[in-house]
Nanobody
């Protein structure tokens, strides 16, 4: 069974950092672009960051550009999201997912293009 499992969320003060992990099992996701999305209460799920299948291309939402870094370890079948300078507006449930098309160079930002969603991990930024 294909599965993505997120971890690393928690409560952090404004200005702090967290590192999220997305571990894949069931199949290798090495041919898929991977995306991180987030969903705050009462809001739609939105793109945060993405990395292509080779790791050579990344793309970020304007709201996190310069603060978040996405990376992947193909050998470990894991994708990471390093989040720095966190703000209260970053509070949300964070999800990872795989692009349904393989070997794409460009990163797609629409959630409808992704599948194999994990269960999510809560990130709360508050003093």
């Amino acid at each position: 069974q294909e599965q993505l499992v997120e971890s690393g969320g928690g409560l952090v003060q404004p200005g702090g950092s967290l590192r999220l992990s997305c571990a894949a099992s069931g199949r290798a996701f090495s041919s898929s672009s991977m995306g991180w999305f987030r969903q705050a209460p009462g809001k739609e799920r939105r793109f945060v960051a993405g990395i292509n299948w080779s790791g050579g291309v990344t793309h970020y939402a304007d709201s996190v550009n310069g603060r978040f870094i996405i990376s992947r370890d193909i050998a470990k079948n894991t994708v990471y999201l390093q989040m720095n300078s966190l703000k209260p507006e970053d509070t949300a449930v964070y999800y990872c997912a795989a692009d349904v098309l393989r070997y794409r160079e460009a990163i797609r930002t629409a959630a409808a293009n992704y599948a194999d969603w994990g269960q999510g991990t809560q990130v709360t930024v508050s003093s």
